[in-house]
Nanobody
Framework: QVLLVESGGGSVQAGGSLRVSCAAS????????MGWFRQAPGKEREGVAV???????AYADSVKGRFTISQDHAKNTLYLHMNSLKPEDTAVYYC???????????????????????WGQGTQVTVSS
């Protein structure tokens, strides 16, 4: 069983930076598609950033150039580095994993919630204006 535990959420002012982490059980990164999703109140959970088994990444348009997904295999930890944060980035951020390579459509990594079998409990990120 895959266990994912997020940490690092908190409150920050607009324009600031924050890093959220996801500690994963076992050495799963080499064989798992990993991703970060977020869900704001009253909204659907959306895929923010995904990293494939070969290191290929994909981002939502709303965070491109501001967020970076990375992983430390030695620490079994996934990160989401968030810069230039905006109030609309406020949400609960979830770490997700799925065995095998990420789903692709026409060669591009998709960011569909349904493609991920394992989820963390979430960590709150609040950006104030």
């Amino acid at each position: 069983q895959v266990l994912l535990v997020e940490s690092g959420g908190g409150s920050v002012q607009a324009g600031g930076s924050l890093r959220v982490s996801c500690a994963a059980s076992g050495h799963i990164f080499s064989g798992y598609c990993m991703g970060w999703f977020r869900q704001a109140p009253g909204k659907e959970r959306e895929g923010v950033a995904v990293i494939d088994t070969d290191g290929t990444t994909a981002y939502a348009d709303s965070v491109k150039g501001r967020f970076t997904i990375s992983q430390d295999h030695a620490k079994n930890t996934l990160y989401l580095h968030m810069n230039s944060l905006k109030p609309e980035d406020t949400a609960v951020y979830y770490c997700a994993a799925d065995s095998g390579r990420c789903t692709r459509y026409r060669g591009h990594i998709t960011r569909n919630r349904a493609d991920f079998a394992y989820w963390g409990q979430g960590t709150q990120v609040t950006v104030s204006s």
